[in-house]
């Protein structure tokens, strides 16, 4: 076929749309299929009401011969959303209404289909106990983002930096104020999920391949521990502490003639693996803390508060998964000294700041 044939042409990632002669459409369908035998098509022919569905939205003829949309659901679907006694922030349920709103006035083009979808939008989101106050806040029309872009970077000044909390009903959203009027973002994210929790479709690294990890190097003959991080493989890290000089584990060595055990051995041990690496100094530091390694000369890069001791006495390791969800991921840029010392914070003691 030839492209002035096309009436219209339209492709979104893997669905096409195309408005062609009814005669023409077996001859397109045969032409793309034969394109790659590896790929096949299938292909969506006008209902009984001349209509077909691409995407989110259905299109039929008008009775001038213009194109009418609506918006299309499936016949699975089961307008269920995200429902408003959630353990999520406000804005995120806000989000859910703007957005259904949103998609409505750009896909519905008449108003009466516009009015039908509004309709049926409030009567669901009610289904998933939304409030009227909320749909209504919600459903105010949306300005236009790109006539409003210059304006509102115009008038609203850079924050200093961002850090990204779990989000804790009645606790994160004072928080975020207070946060906010020192010139600090607050973004929250959610905890942990059945599919983060039981799902792990990737092969494990071998342990010398393993990058960003905590780990911990028994030695064979005393049981001394050292416990470290590295953002490389723990291969490298090992070689380095065995050839080392400056090593505490290479000195040991030296000094008792013991046996230290290879990555492949028992007597290394990968703790924990974070790959943000302020996270990963902080959980450092609280095994060092907890354990107590001879070999290890300091406790880390980090300064853990005090109160994070009575968990980590009642609980050991087991609550350091814990404390690591109350720290906050903090962005940081190499230059200055940053000291923070609270019940939320970590003292970053290395040359970092907060951005």
């Given amino acids: 076929m030839k492209v002035h044939e096309f009436f219209q042409l339209g492709r979104y990632v893997d669905d096409t749309w195309a408005v062609v002669l ?32 691409f995407l989110d939205t259905y299109s039929t003829t008008g009775e001038n011969g213009e194109i009418v949309t609506r918006v299309y659901r499936k016949p699975t679907h089961t307008d269920l959303y995200l429902n408003w006694h959630s353990h999520h922030p406000l804005s995120a349920k806000l989000s859910v209404i703007r957005t259904l709103f949103h998609r409505a006035e750009i896909v519905c083009s008449t108003q009466a289909l516009l009015d039908q979808e509004k309709d049926h939008l409030r009567t669901v989101l009610r289904i998933n106990d939304y409030p009227d106050w909320a749909i209504h806040k919600g459903s105010r029309t949306i300005p236009n983002v790109q006539d409003n872009e210059h304006t509102q970077n115009d008038t609203k000044s850079k924050p200093k930096g961002y850090i990204v909390v779990p989000y804790v009903s009645g606790l994160s959203e004072p928080f975020k104020r207070i946060m906010c009027g020192t010139g600090i973002q607050v973004y929250f994210k959610g905890a942990s999920t059945l599919k983060s929790l039981l799902c792990s479709p990737k092969d494990k690294d071998p342990k010398d391949k393993t990058q960003n990890a905590i780990y911990c ?37 030296q000094e008792t003639g013991h046996r230290i ?95």
């Avoid at 096949?40 to 009401?49: N, R």
């Avoid at 959980?283 to 290890?296: S, V």
């Avoid at 968990?311 to 814990?322: H, M, N, R, T, V």
């Fill in 22 to 53: 009814k005669e023409k459409m077996d001859e397109l369908f045969q032409h793309i299929t034969n394109m790659d035998p590896h790929i096949k098509f299938t292909v969506e022919a006008p209902g009984p009401d001349g209509g077909v569905p």
């Fill in 217 to 253: 190097i028994n030695c064979g003959d005393c049981g001394a521990k050292y416990i470290g991080e590295t953002g490389r493989t723990v291969g490298e890290r090992h070689t380095e502490h065995i050839k080392s000089s400056q090593s505490a584990i290479y000195r040991h060595i």
């Fill in 261 to 355: 055990p290879n990555v492949s051995e028992d007597g290394v041990q990968i703790l924990c693996k974070e790959s943000n690496i302020v996270h990963r100094k902080i959980i450092e530091a609280m095994y060092i803390k907890y354990n107590d390694p001879i070999l290890n000369r300091n406790i880390g890069k980090m300064d853990i508060p005090d109160i994070y001791d009575e968990s980590l006495k009642e609980e050991g390791a087991l609550a350091i998964p814990k404390i690591k969800q109350s720290i906050p991921k903090i962005k940081l840029k190499k230059s200055h000294r940053c000291d923070h010392n609270d019940a939320l914070t970590i003292n970053i003691r290395s040359e970092y700041e907060i951005i």
